[in-house]
């Protein structure tokens, strides 16, 4: 089990960037999948980044060439590196980690991202 803890969202205007950080309970980069999600009102949650064990990382359509995921295996935190943000982007994000091989999820609490002028 872990624990995963966002912070860093806030009210951004258009065109601007934010750096989500995700804190993990424990170092779990090696065996998990971590992957951010975002959740607009009204709407389904959606895939928005992933980075698997190994390093190698996936993004959705809309925020390809935009949005960068990353980690820190020392400080055991996920980063999504937000840019050229646009109001589409506005959404709760959260936290995604995935143990390898298994069904079982953990969600942070989420964070409010926020894109207006």
Known sequence: QVQLVESGGGLVQPGGSLRLSCVASRNVFNTYTMAWYRQA????????????????TTYADS????????RD??????????????PEDTAVYYCNGR????????????????VSS
């Open 41 to 56: 009102p009204g709407k389904q949650r959606e895939l928005v980044a992933v980075i698997i064990s190994s390093g190698s």
């Open 73 to 86: 295996n020392v400080k055991n935190t996920v980063y999504l590196q937000m840019n050229s943000l646009k």
């Open 99 to 114: 143990p390898v091989g298994t069904l079982n999820n953990y969600w942070g609490q989420g964070t409010q991202v926020t």
């Open 63 to 70: 925020v390809k060439g935009r949005f960068t995921i990353s």
